[in-house]
């Protein structure tokens, strides 16, 4: 097991079967950068075109398709003490006539970020809030692995791969499972935000670049359809598509097959447990594709935990 210090020269806006960077080994450690989704770095300087670019590919020795990669989040620091958002709601997460009613306001929304003191405070534009400030929870709103079929996704939105599910729950200490699909899994990651919303209702988390630390390892021959995550109290599995309904749909499947292959249960005791225990929280409902994540807490599960 090595750890490697990483700096990214290029970034891709869409995950796909990219030339790899860096080779890994499973159990291998990364400690590398990302930049924001408009491609400014920790100096605030533009290094590479906007739209979410990614940090990677990062190819893991004997990943085949059919098995699964555990991405590990071990830390996540913004490393510039400024980020932006929008302003206003997204058009589409308010009612038709309301969006009337939205101000019409040019440029970003600016936030000041301070890594010692653990906030995020909005600095301009001046409103009713004042000098307001939230506490900072960093995470990663875009990874994934490359797609089958020779695809690249652009990533601006999400499907089995991963890619844009901007969901908050993507923090530091907490182990994703991604199925692969080509040689390699070939890893891709970047869009940090410092703080989101549930549903990134205004089209964006506070964004900013960050320094990033990962582990990898590779389940061989296990099979998983969508990803899924552990966050030491809850598993949680993400369902990637438009309209919302059928995000749900994936992710309550995903949880149900999870279910089944790692906990030993059927079908009839998966429904009858997730259908009296089962949380549900929003990732986006912003991207092209949504994202709705299927929680269970993990203290219900322990006495079927196959290992």
């Known amino acids: 097991m090595t750890t490697h210090h990483f700096n990214p020269t290029r970034y891709y806006t ?3 079967s990219w030339e790899p960077v860096l ?4 159990g291998d450690t990364v400690i590398t950068t990302t930049v924001d989704a408009w491609g400014y770095d920790s100096r605030g300087q533009q290094v590479t075109r906007g739209g979410n670019p990614m940090t990677g590919p990062f190819y893991i020795e004997g990943a085949e398709p059919g098995d699964t990669l555990v991405f590990q989040i071990d830390s996540i620091t913004p490393n510039r003490p400024f980020g932006w958002t929008n302003h206003v709601f997204a058009t589409n997460v308010v009612e038709p006539d309301f969006v009337l009613e939205l101000p019409q306001i040019d440029g970003i929304a600016e936030w000041r970020i301070d890594v010692e003191a653990g906030t995020v405070t909005l600095v301009k534009p001046e409103t009713k809030l004042g000098q307001f400030s939230l506490p900072l929870a960093p995470m990663i709103g875009c990874f994934g692995v490359a797609p089958a079929g020779d695809q690249a996704i652009w990533t601006a939105t999400s499907a089995e791969h991963g890619g844009n599910m901007d969901y ?3 923090a530091a200490g907490v182990t994703v499972y991604l199925p692969v699909f080509v040689p390699g899994a070939l890893l891709h990651l970047g869009d940090v935000h410092a703080i989101q919303g549930h549903g990134e209702i205004v089209g964006t ?3 900013v670049s960050a320094d990033v630390q990962f582990t990898v390892r590779v389940v061989k021959g296990k ?5 899924r995550g552990d966050d030491g109290a809850y598993i949680f599995t993400a369902g990637n598509a438009r309209p919302l309904d059928q995000a749900l749909q994936h992710a ?9 292959q790692d906990y030993g249960l059927d079908v009839l005791s998966a429904s009858l447990l997730m259908g009296q225990a089962v949380e549900y929280e929003v990732g986006n409902v912003f991207d092209p594709a949504y994202t709705m994540i299927c929680k269970l807490p993990k203290r219900l599960l322990e006495p079927y935990w196959k290992g």
């Open 14 to 16: 869409a995950i796909g």
């Open 252 to 260: 309550t499947t995903e949880m149900a097959r999870w279910l089944v």
């Open 23 to 26: 080779r890994l080994v499973d």
């Open 168 to 170: 908050r729950g993507f």
């Open 205 to 207: 988390g506070v964004e």
């Open 223 to 227: 099979h998983i359809g969508l990803p």
